[in-house]
């Protein structure tokens, strides 16, 4: 009963991670794509607090639970799948952690935009290549930890 558990923390916790990622995504996305400034203003605002209340737990619940699985299940820790997973998530992590500096930067440029009633600034632009230069990686990472997770490939 343990094991189902942490399980479907685990599943909970990853779908929250990536639900939450691709979701902030697309809507900065197309908030960014309407050149409105005063939506993309809002949605830098209410990214950022969604990234810190749901990435920022899940980045904490998802080793947390799956080095306890892997416990949990006797799994070596040096089954490839499993170093992949971590070398992969620690990737995303890497592209997370300088991705919500940036979402705060663009946050605060267009909430001085949309004050001053002005364009958005070359600045923010900056931000936001570099926003989806480091997004593109992870996104690509937890999509390999998914398939990892689920298929757990035995590699000889």
Request: hydrophobic share 65%; net charge positive; proline share 5%.
């Amino acid at each position: 009963m343990e094991y189902l558990i942490v399980k479907w923390l685990h599943v909970l916790s990853s779908t929250l991670l990536f639900g939450t990622g691709i979701g902030s995504a697309w809507y900065l996305l197309f908030a960014v794509i309407s050149k409105n400034v005063q939506a993309i203003a809002v949605v830098t605002r209410i990214l950022v607090i969604a990234d810190w209340l749901f990435t920022g737990v899940t980045m904490i619940a998802q080793p947390a639970t799956g080095f306890y699985l892997i416990h949990l299940a006797g799994f070596p820790m040096h089954t490839p799948w499993i170093k992949w997973s971590v070398v992969l998530f620690v990737i995303a992590l890497l592209c997370w952690l300088p991705v919500v500096w940036l979402q705060m930067k663009m946050r605060d440029v267009a909430a001085e935009a949309m004050q001053q009633a002005a364009p958005l600034p070359a600045q923010f632009w900056r931000y936001f290549r570099a926003w989806v230069v480091l997004g593109i990686p992870a996104f690509f990472a937890f999509i390999a930890v998914f398939y990892l997770m689920v298929v757990k490939p035995a590699w000889g």
